[in-house]
């Protein structure tokens, strides 16, 4: 596990330069939308945990594209046990199906009961609910900024975990990262508030357009 401060910095210069590609930014809207859709459930698993449920939304569009029907850990069906990391996880039957599977993945990342949701302890968490592996390999996570300018060519490197432990240098991630769609999400929902991620609303919306 890496240290948080070992890492911080990064994160907050990233988030000052994020930039939507321009190609990538109706799609960044449209999936913070259908995240918006899903508060109602998130919100459940808020509750038993201290998670903000927008947290838990963009994990889940990560790892499944928003289907209710799968275990926030890693995208597998909740009616079976998981057979990938983390392995060995449910099944989730039931109308909480969906929450009981959250709650446990995300205690399971240690991040029940966390009162600390700055921006760059955000990224942080985020980025380490799929792996922090692509410090090693001198890439932005795609998982935190897939469709901006942080992320693949021509501005930075390209590069994906294609599977559990195997990285292709030369795929590019075609899936929006988590920090992509959390800056489209403030623009639309004013009670996403991150500690830190101020001065103002003006900074955010400057780096919502799309680079040039």
Same mark, same amino acid.
């Given at each position: 596990?890496? &240290?948080?401060? #070992?890492?911080?910095?990064?994160?907050?210069?990233?988030? /000052?330069d994020?930039?939507?590609?321009?190609?990538?930014?109706?799609?960044?809207?449209?999936? /913070?939308?259908? *995240?918006?859709?899903?508060? $109602?459930?998130?919100?459940?698993? #808020?509750? $038993?945990?201290?998670?903000?449920?927008?947290?838990?939304?963009?994990?889940?569009?990560?790892?499944?594209? =928003?289907?209710?029907?799968?275990?926030?850990g890693?995208?597998?069906?909740? &009616?079976?046990?998981t057979?990938?990391? $983390?392995?060995?996880? @449910?099944? =989730?039957?039931g109308?909480?199906?969906?929450?009981?599977?959250?709650?446990?993945?995300?205690?399971? !990342?240690?991040? @029940?009961?966390?009162?600390?949701?700055?921006?760059?302890?955000?990224?942080?968490?985020?980025?380490?609910?799929?792996?922090? @592996? +692509?410090?090693?390999?001198?890439?932005?996570?795609?998982?935190? +900024?897939?469709? &901006?300018?942080?992320? @693949?060519?021509? #501005? /930075?490197?390209?590069?994906? +975990?294609?599977?559990?432990?195997?990285?292709? $240098?030369?795929?590019?991630?075609? !899936? *929006?990262?988590?920090?992509?769609? *959390?800056?489209?999400?403030?623009?639309?929902?004013?009670?996403?508030?991150?500690?830190?991620?101020?001065?103002?609303?003006?900074?955010?919306?400057?780096?919502?357009?799309?680079?040039?």
């Open positions: 596990m890496p &240290s948080f401060q #070992e890492y911080r910095n990064a994160y907050e210069r990233n988030w /000052a994020l930039r939507i590609r321009p190609s990538r930014l109706q799609a960044a809207r449209d999936r /913070a939308e259908r *995240l918006l859709n899903g508060k $109602p459930i998130y919100l459940e698993v #808020e509750k $038993p945990t201290g998670v903000p449920w927008w947290f838990v939304g963009l994990c889940h569009y990560r790892e499944s594209n =928003f289907n209710f029907s799968t275990y926030l890693n995208g597998q069906p909740l &009616s079976r046990r057979t990938i990391v $983390p392995a060995g996880r @449910g099944p =989730f039957t109308p909480n199906a969906f929450a009981d599977g959250a709650v446990d993945a995300l205690r399971l !990342q240690g991040f @029940g009961g966390a009162s600390d949701w700055e921006l760059a302890r955000v990224l942080f968490r985020l980025e380490g609910f799929n792996g922090y @592996g +692509y410090h090693a390999k001198g890439v932005n996570s795609p998982y935190l +900024y897939g469709g &901006s300018t942080l992320y @693949g060519p021509p #501005e /930075a490197r390209a590069g994906k +975990y294609v599977r559990d432990h195997v990285f292709d $240098p030369d795929v590019v991630d075609p !899936q *929006l990262g988590t920090a992509v769609i *959390l800056k489209a999400l403030m623009e639309i929902d004013a009670s996403v508030e991150v500690d830190g991620s101020s001065p103002t609303r003006s900074r955010q919306d400057a780096n919502l357009r799309p680079s040039a």
